[in-house]
């Protein structure tokens, strides 16, 4: 069984930094590409930032460009979001996704991911 469990959201205030995990099991990990993706209740998910299964490849959305930082540790089967400067917007659920190595590694539609973590929540005080 394939699972993406999400760590790492709280409370912290504006300026701030967190680092988010997803630790994967049920799967080749290092034959994923990964994405991280945020949402607000009622708001549709947002693209964040994505990896290709390497680690040699990035690409984020333009609202988090030069503030987050995508990694992954393939040994450890486990993907990182790494939040600095936070702002009170970055408050949402966050969570990461896998799609599979032999599809396009960059990927902003959410539909295009195999599978789901369950979200971790972060929220920004001002």
């Known amino acids: 069984q394939v699972q993406l469990v999400e760590s790492g959201g709280g409370l912290v205030q504006a300026g701030g930094s967190l680092r988010l995990s997803c630790a994967a099991s049920?799967?080749?990990?290092?034959?994923?590409?990964m994405g991280w993706f945020r949402q607000l209740p009622g708001k549709e998910r947002e693209f964040v930032a994505a990896i290709s299964w390497s680690g040699g490849s990035t690409y984020y959305a333009d609202s988090v460009k030069g503030r987050f930082t995508i990694s992954r540790d393939n040994a450890k089967n486990t993907g990182y979001l790494q939040i600095d400067s936070l702002k009170p917007e970055d408050t949402a659920e966050y969570y990461c996704?896998?799609?599979?190595?032999?599809?396009?590694?960059?990927?902003?539609?959410?539909?295009?991911?195999?599978?789901w973590g369950q979200g971790t929540r972060v929220t920004v005080s001002t």
């Open positions: 996704a896998a799609k599979r190595k032999d599809t396009n590694w960059l990927e902003t539609r959410p539909n295009q991911y195999n599978y």
């Open positions: 049920g799967l080749a990990f290092s034959s994923y590409h």
